[in-house]
């Protein structure tokens, strides 16, 4: 897991990785990940999402869903780098502008 | 042909509904209004308005649309829920019910019963009366133009989109069950092109909260394309049962839009979504009024309208809520399927048989032990797959407040029901087809059975009369009773009406059961004079009719002056049994086995004149080679198997005792159909046919014989007097 250095700036804190496969096999898996990330989050969530491969409505569901975490916990997620797996998908549902606007992409 | 199935869910739903509706309106009858009940009725009239809006049939949308008006006053307090109120709803129900006939019929173009209907809506329309209504025009005309009016804006008023607009939905559980919404959009692609999707996060919880493993996104979206209707439902065919689907034309008109919205939970922030792409700003707006408002007329009414959209979108909601529970506990199987399953299973069992007759040939050991293994499993598949299709008997059960209720008014008699054992399970189709006979006796019971509360009175009785059905199980059949306290049967008369009607001599000295068993030959009615209530030529014959085509008996007990039972006893799967094999000569016959008591050799019994005394006691018995006239073998130990139908028991004697067997019962053709002793027919494991005793009837004609020997009347088709064979 990464390990956020308590000294570094917000800013250049490294991004959390959120790869592979994002569906359903691994939602829970997953939920508990971002819960740690966002725990050890300053400021800011920032998932890096190059690596990100096949997604499912759960994926998606769990995007959307962190979004709305970090919003409460006051860290706003911040979408690095997505995949063009990511890309297309949320461009179908529509959710490039909801995910993807403005800090981040 | 998604489309009937579409439709038979809808009636299958509106029928459930209405049920419980009818329950709900009976319960505050007896025990006042509570708000439990009375949410349970709008939510009911609610969600069958909204289903039967989705396939615009508009004669059950305009009027349940009323009902659903009043029904809105009653729970907000404005109309009291009163007797007359009562009753109104109760008739609004039983017409809901003629227009959804109508449906499962095909025939929903055609008003059922205009002057009804006519009738119903004046009276509803004079509750909702001046504060809110439709109406400006003065009071004579209200119902001729109601019907009119709804149609009309519910017909016509098409919107301006030239897109399909697809509406997703989805049961929380859809993702566990390995369905992804996200490929069944992507594969309408193929379809055409998705425009103004929205992913609608629909209750969607910050990730604290999130269940990673349920589905909470819904789509809206518009799709262009050339395709016909068909093509774009079937893309949700594997997803259908676990959705919510609402797929709308290009220009579907207006009232689509508007059962939409209600549908759904938050109709105020979908026409929000809606009005960015699907519909223009103005339409969004006009589908969350009600139909009748829109229609040009009056902007006065407008501040009353959105007042009640507003009280009503709560209860919509609830609604989804309580529906979503309910879904997730049961799902509803096409019953083709169940049948399906039962087939495969009965081969199952047949194939198991099979293999394990080699086992025991091989004497191998091993191999025996997994095939043992193997038949105990299929065992518990079939007792599992059986009991899918066993359902409480409450399901009919459950008709009878109403009836009796109806009934006990016309009548003018005071009749308490009593309902025990609902919970009694037993096959489906036997539900299906035991309603009308139970109804045929309950109404029998009321208009004959229980007096009048003066004569009930004066014979000492409480002024209210009990009618009670109960069932329970017993020894591998099902026991359904109706009894009542009224006065009992009159054994004279009925032997006077037998004697009149050449049924029986006046010679003939019969047991008391017998007398009462003449009540189900045909034709025959003792009712002085017919009301139009029993008595219509419909007769305690056909009853009987129905029961034994589901291998199952009827018989009546009855105390003059106290009361009369009728007692119907059924078997309890019509589909694969547990058998007990017998053989005479080489043919294999197959007992159920729950009817077998126990199995003596006859060699050591005193029989003569088919009696044998069994431990002091007198036990008739048949030999099966001579009722099915098989030649005689030239030794041979016989056996008696001891078989045991209700409260008789009687003796078969057969050559060898073969063991238990699970039988598959495969119907006998027509050609059999006059054949009483036997009742159907299985496959061996050796392919062999084998057939299955009817016990019931073999009891009956063993008990007649010792009874009657004389009366050559009593004797079976097949069964020659045994005698003249041996």
């Known amino acids: 897991m990464d390990e956020p250095d308590a000294d570094t700036p917000p800013e250049s804190a490294r991004p959390h990785k959120l790869g592979g496969d994002i569906t359903i096999f691994r939602a829970t898996e997953l939920k508990d990940d971002l819960m740690q990330a966002l725990a050890v989050a300053d400021q800011y969530l920032d998932l890096d999402l190059a690596d990100v491969q096949e997604i499912d409505t759960a994926g998606v569901q769990l995007l959307l869903s962190t979004q709305l975490e970090a919003a409460v916990q006051q860290k706003p997620l911040r979408c690095l780098n997505p995949s063009p797996q990511l890309v297309a998908v949320l461009a179908m549902l529509n959710l490039t502008d909801r995910l993807l606007a403005g800090d981040g992409a | ?726």
């Open chain 2, 1 to 726: 042909m998604d489309m009937d199935m579409a439709r038979d869910a809808l009636v299958q739903e509106a029928r459930e509904l209405l049920d419980a509706m009818e329950a709900a309106l009976l319960q505050i009858e007896a025990s006042g209004a509570d708000s439990e009940a009375i949410n349970a009725i709008f939510r009911a009239a609610h969600t069958i308005k909204g289903s039967a809006g989705l396939f615009a049939f508009n004669r059950i949308v305009s009027f349940t649309h009323i009902v659903e008006s009043v029904l809105d006053r009653v729970r907000t307090g404005k109309l009291p829920i009163d007797a007359p109120m009562l009753s109104l709803l109760l008739n609004c129900g039983d017409y809901i019910a003629q227009l959804v006939d109508a449906i499962a019929a095909r025939v929903e173009e055609v008003e059922p019963d205009p002057a009804r209907r006519a009738e119903l809506e004046e009276q509803l329309n004079q509750l909702l009366g001046e504060p809110a209504q439709t109406h400006a025009a003065p009071a004579p005309a209200p119902v001729a133009s109601a019907i009119p009016a709804a149609q009309t804006s519910v017909v016509e008023d098409p919107v301006n989109s030239p897109y399909w607009h697809l509406s997703l939905r989805f049961l929380p559980d859809v993702l566990r069950m390995g369905l992804d919404p996200l490929s069944f959009l992507q594969y309408l692609g193929n379809v055409g092109t998705l425009l103004n999707l929205r992913t609608l996060p629909e209750g969607l919880p910050p990730l604290a909260q999130l269940d990673p493993e349920q589905a909470y996104l819904g789509f809206e979206l518009d799709l262009q394309s050339e395709e016909d209707r068909a093509a774009i439902d079937g893309v949700f065919d594997f997803i259908r049962d676990d959705a919510s689907i609402v797929i709308l034309s290009p220009h579907a008109p207006m009232h689509e839009y508007r059962t939409l919205l209600a549908l759904r939970p938050d109709p105020q922030m979908l026409a929000e979504v809606l009005a960015q792409g699907t519909l223009t700003a103005d339409e969004a707006a006009r589908a969350l009024l009600p139909p009748e408002e829109t229609v040009e007329s009056v902007p006065v009414n407008a501040p009353v309208v959105m007042t009640e959209t507003a009280a009503k979108a709560p209860a919509a909601r609830q609604g989804e809520d309580k529906k979503g529970g309910y879904e997730q506990k049961f799902i509803k199987v096409e019953v083709s399927k169940l049948d399906l399953l039962i087939d495969l299973v009965g081969e199952l069992v047949i194939a198991g048989a099979g293999a394990s007759l080699i086992a025991n040939r091989r004497k191998d050991s091993q191999f025996e032990e997994a095939v043992q293994s193997i038949a105990e499993l299929v065992e518990h598949i079939r007792d599992a797959a059986l009991n899918l299709r066993m359902v409480p008997i409450g399901e009919v059960f459950q008709r009878f407040p109403r009836v009796v209720r109806d009934i006990s008014h016309e009548l003018g008699k005071e009749i308490d029901l009593v309902v025990t054992g609902a919970d009694t399970e037993l096959d489906k189709s036997m539900v299906e087809r035991l309603s009308d006979p139970l109804m045929h006796i309950v109404r029998n019971a009321m208009d004959h059975g229980i007096e009048a509360t003066e004569a009930r009175l004066a014979a000492g009785k409480p002024a209210a009369g009990t009618l009670r059905l109960n069932a329970f199980h017993e020894s591998g059949s099902i026991v359904i009773e109706v009894s009542d306290d009224g006065r009992g049967l009159n054994k004279a008369r009925i032997l006077a009406k037998a004697i009149e009607r050449g049924l029986v001599t006046a010679e003939q000295s019969l047991a008391e059961h017998e007398v009462f068993r003449l009540i189900f030959e045909a034709g025959f009615s003792t009712a002085e004079q017919v009301t139009n209530l029993s008595g219509r030529g419909v007769g305690m014959d056909v009853v009987k009719k129905n029961i034994e085509s589901l291998r199952g008996e009827v018989e009546m007990l009855s105390t003059e002056g106290a009361g009369t039972t009728v007692r119907i006893r059924l078997p309890l799967t019509l589909a694969i049994i547990d058998g007990f094999q017998v053989m005479v000569n080489e043919s294999i016959f197959v007992i159920p086995l729950d009817l077998v008591i126990e199995c003596i050799d006859l060699a050591g019994l005193d029989g003569h004149h088919d009696i044998v005394k069994l431990r002091g006691e007198p036990l008739p018995f048949i030999r099966l080679r001579e009722l099915f006239e098989l030649p005689r073998l030239e030794h041979g130990r016989e056996s008696l198997v001891v078989v045991q139908f209700g409260q008789q028991r009687a003796g078969l004697v057969v050559d060898r005792l073969l063991g238990e067997f699970q039988a598959v019962i495969k119907p006998l053709g027509e050609l059999f159909s006059r054949i009483k002793s036997i009742s159907g027919s299985t496959i061996l494991g050796d392919g062999k046919v084998a057939l299955i005793l009817d016990v019931a009837n073999l009891v009956h004609q063993a008990v007649q014989q010792q009874a009657a020997p004389q009366n050559s009347k009593a004797a079976g088709s097949l069964a020659s007097p045994q005698k003249s064979n041996g």
